[in-house]
């Protein structure tokens, strides 16, 4: 009896003083990709330290286009991910502002100006009604990558060109290119394959993708033709459930913070993706402001701003003071870091 009552002794002693809870994150990228390799494993430890070990992140792979993940967060089968915005254009309309062409020079500057203007204009739009929102960003400017040479817009007309969500369609349709809706992940298979021509994509891709094997011709502009904007959302009643403290202190480690991160990751991982191109010997046309094609581009798309102002203006948002204040925030957070 006494040698029970000392091993039970031992092993209640052994045990945490509080169970784990455990946040499972769906993610729908490669684990080597930096939205995994780095953003979320930097957000995992922030969210073990914030909670004192009392919450563990763990990702969950594999569950499908990253458009159902909105419905699967809002539904409990996991508790929280991020996704693209432009998936779901007919629910996401507002913070697609910050994918419009050349507005993303910087991703980690557009990701804090972009959460900074979702909570001064968007917030009470209620876009994101069953879920919490911890985050936005974009990734950064989404140039073409393409099997043959792109040397004026003739060559672009008619090209079968692949589209993720958002303003990517436009551009496409003004560009007089053939649009083929696909997520990012099928990309590789699709060109290998000859079912498009390009894709719209950032240039870190072109490693993490491994798009530099099934590339040869990639055409950049300054500040890109657009960039995809993301969230991260998580399910509200997980959150309600968490003792106070440490629902506060993710929300602590996430917002701001969180959108800078991601924006930052993704912009130091395009570089990466550069040379990937370079070494694989992906020739690379980088046009200057000055060059024909980007003025004829520039000329095309100049409308976009315009015609997102007109979609929105059954919200009631001031969307000439949103799209203003996001890009004074983007200079100014621009300017601080580099005076």
Not at 16 to 40: F, M, Y
Not at 102 to 118: C, D, I, P, Q, Y
Not at 133 to 149: A, D
Not at 153 to 162: F, I, S, V
Request: proline share 5%.
């Amino acid at each position: 009896m006494k040698t029970f009552c000392l091993f039970a002794l031992t092993w209640l002693l052994s045990l945490p003083s509080q169970a784990e809870t455990i946040l499972r994150v769906g993610t729908w990228l490669p684990p080597t990709n930096p939205q995994n390799s780095e953003v979320w494993a930097t957000w995992s430890q922030w969210v073990e330290e914030a909670t004192e070990g009392r919450v563990k992140v763990k990702l969950e792979y594999g569950l499908g286009h990253p458009k159902s993940l909105f419905s699967m967060v809002e539904d409990g089968v996991i508790d929280a991910a991020f996704s693209v915005n432009g998936y779901l254009p007919g629910r996401f309309r507002l913070d697609i502002m910050a994918e419009l062409p050349g507005l993303s020079n910087n991703a980690e500057a557009a990701s804090v100006a972009l959460w900074r203007t979702h909570q001064k204009y968007f917030a009470d739009q209620g876009e994101f009604d069953g879920l919490e929102l911890l985050g936005l960003f974009v990734h950064g400017p989404g140039q073409i990558y393409s099997r043959k040479p792109i040397q004026s817009l003739a060559d672009l007309r008619g090209m079968k060109m692949r589209i993720g969500g958002g303003v990517m369609g436009t551009i496409a349709e003004r560009l007089e290119c053939t649009a083929v809706q696909a997520p990012a992940p099928k990309v590789y298979e699709m060109m290998q394959q000859g079912v498009v021509d390009g894709v719209f994509l950032p240039l870190l891709e072109q490693k993490y993708l491994r798009l530099n094997e099934v590339t040869s011709h990639i055409v950049t502009i300054p500040g890109g033709f657009y960039a995809s904007s993301f969230s991260f959302f998580a399910n509200p009643e997980f959150m309600e459930n968490l003792e106070p403290r440490d629902r506060e202190a993710i929300r602590r480690v996430s917002g701001e913070k969180l959108s800078a991160l991601a924006g930052r990751a993704w912009a130091n991982a395009d570089q990466t993706g550069y040379e990937a191109a370079r070494a694989s010997g992906v020739q690379i046309t980088e046009l200057t402001e000055t060059d024909p094609m980007t003025v004829e581009i520039r000329s095309l798309l100049a409308d976009m701003e315009d015609q997102w102002v007109k979609q929105i203006a059954d919200t009631g948002v001031d969307a000439k003071a949103a799209l203003a204040y996001f890009k004074a925030q983007k200079t100014e957070l621009l300017t601080a870091t580099n005076p």
